[in-house]
């Protein structure tokens, strides 16, 4: 990704601040920017109230504020390596902190974090990671527990995934020989589908990105909690 394809995000995300997400609980946008000498961050991250618990609350906040840190911190770091002679003030570190409220209702809430920096002279990385939990006690929901039997939820998700690949040609794109998600996949849900995150250089080349998958919830109900089914 090129710089200013970079700044182009980085301004939008500064412009559109998510609105405030009003389901079980309220999920509101906090935004900062913090500009350095060399580099610039603007963030997006999500405060959570109306939950009745106001310990919970405080931990779940303190876990957003967290992951913003990291990423301000990683931008910072690539700015530490950025040329310092005559030159230096044409190169200039940026990194985005966002997020999205993929599903607030029937006692979960699902976010996906987006994590961008582009270290001033020519490379972008780019992470997304879901983070969900129960509203009623602030737990955060990993993959298997999701289902029923975690491990045929499992070998169904793979299953359905791997008919994905051959349906959207993406056979030929693969880089490891047997592609699985595992219990620390990184995923979201939906109200209506369960979207499992492949990070770049996992089980693609680096010119694919990020890859996702998502599978409706009806083909997945047999072997879901009936939490997760609205």
């Not at 994905?164 to 620390?184: E, H, I, T």
Request: proline content about 5%; hydrophobic content about 40%; overall charge negative.
């Amino acid at each position: 990704m090129s710089h200013i394809m970079t700044s182009i995000i980085a301004l939008m995300t500064i412009l559109t601040a998510p609105l405030t997400n009003v389901g079980d609980i309220a999920v509101c946008p906090v935004s900062e920017r913090v500009d350095g000498n060399n580099f610039v961050f603007s963030g997006n991250r999500p405060r959570f109230s109306g939950m009745g618990n106001s310990r919970t609350e405080e931990k779940l906040n303190a876990v957003m504020h967290e992951r913003f840190e990291t990423v301000l911190s990683h931008t910072k770091c690539a700015a530490a390596e950025l040329p310092t002679d005559d030159r230096s003030k044409q190169f200039k570190a940026e990194g985005v902190f966002d997020y999205e409220v993929k599903r607030n209702s029937n006692g979960v809430v699902s976010l996906l974090l987006i994590e961008t920096v582009y270290d001033g002279k020519a490379q972008t990385t780019q992470l997304k990671t879901g983070f969900s939990f129960f509203t009623g006690n602030g737990q955060t929901i990993k993959l298997p527990q999701l289902f029923l039997n975690s491990e045929e939820g499992i070998i169904q998700i793979n299953e359905e995934i791997l008919r994905q690949v051959d349906s959207r040609g993406l056979g030929s794109a693969l880089v490891c020989s047997k592609p699985a998600v595992n219990a620390n996949q990184p995923f979201y849900l939906t109200d209506t589908a369960l979207t499992l995150i492949i990070p770049t250089m996992t089980w693609f080349g680096g010119n694919m990105g990020i890859v996702e998958f998502t599978i409706p919830i009806s083909k997945l109900k047999d072997h879901l909690n009936p939490g997760f089914v609205p």
